[in-house]
Antibody, heavy 123, light 111 residues
């Protein structure tokens, strides 16, 4: 079974750094793009960016370029979303999701999804 | 890069059909057959309902169908059921960031 399992909820203070993870299993991790999406409380989904673990090719949505870093460690089949200095406005649920089709960026769609990681940033 | 435009809410009675629109541009919806639709129940992760404009993954009810005309894609739910009450999001590949973009989301209410 193809699965993405995300790391647990985090509570951080403004200015702190954070790295959350998304571990893939049941498939060849290096050959499928993985993306990250943000969902603030009561709001819609926003795509943040996407990475191809095979060669670390990474694309960011303009709104998130420079605000976060997406990376992957092929050796442990895990993708990451990282902040160097959190803000209160980073408080949200974060989802990872894998592109469904092998290797190609498009046409494609996201399936499956991780269970989500809740990040709370508060002083 | 702006989000794709969806109506904020759509409602219907059980058994009726409803259609949700998703309007973009030639750089996303209109230019690529890479439109997909996701259903999200409260507190749950999104679930793929339609991919490549009109294809249904196995296990998704055939009451869900998708189409596209120009820069607008549509999701139709026929024979509306109580379990269909959820938020729905479209998504498309976009050449403006060589990545993906979501729609603004539509809350479906079953009356």
């Amino acid at each position: 079974e193809v699965q993405l399992v995300q790391s647990g909820a985090e509570v951080k203070k403004p200015g702190e750094s954070l790295k959350i993870s998304c571990k893939g299993s049941g498939y060849r991790f290096t050959n499928y793009w993985i993306g990250w999406a943000r969902q603030m409380a009561g709001k819609g989904l926003e795509w943040m960016g996407i990475i191809y673990p095979g060669d670390s090719d990474t694309r960011y949505s303009p709104s998130f370029q420079g605000q976060v870093t997406i990376s992957a460690d092929k050796s442990i089949s895990t993708a990451y979303l990282q902040w160097s200095s959190l803000k209160a406005s980073d408080t949200a649920m974060y989802y990872c999701a894998r592109l469904r089709e092998y290797q190609v960026l498009y046409p494609n769609c996201f399936d499956p999804w991780g269970q989500g990681t809740l990040v709370t940033v508060s002083s | 890069q702006s989000a794709l435009t969806q109506p904020a809410s759509v409602s219907g009675s059980p058994g009726q059909s409803i259609t949700i629109s998703c309007t973009g541009a030639s750089s996303d919806v209109g230019g690529y057959n890479s439109v997909s639709w996701y259903q999200q129940h409260p507190g749950k992760a999104p679930k793929l309902m339609i991919y490549e404009v009109s294809n249904r993954p196995s296990g998704v009810s055939n009451r869900f169908s998708g189409s596209k005309s120009g820069n607008t894609a549509s999701l139709t739910i026929s024979g509306l059921q109580a379990e269909d009450e959820a938020d729905y999001y479209c998504s498309s590949y976009t050449s403006s960031s060589t990545s993906y973009v979501f729609g603004t989301g539509t809350k479906v209410t079953v009356l």
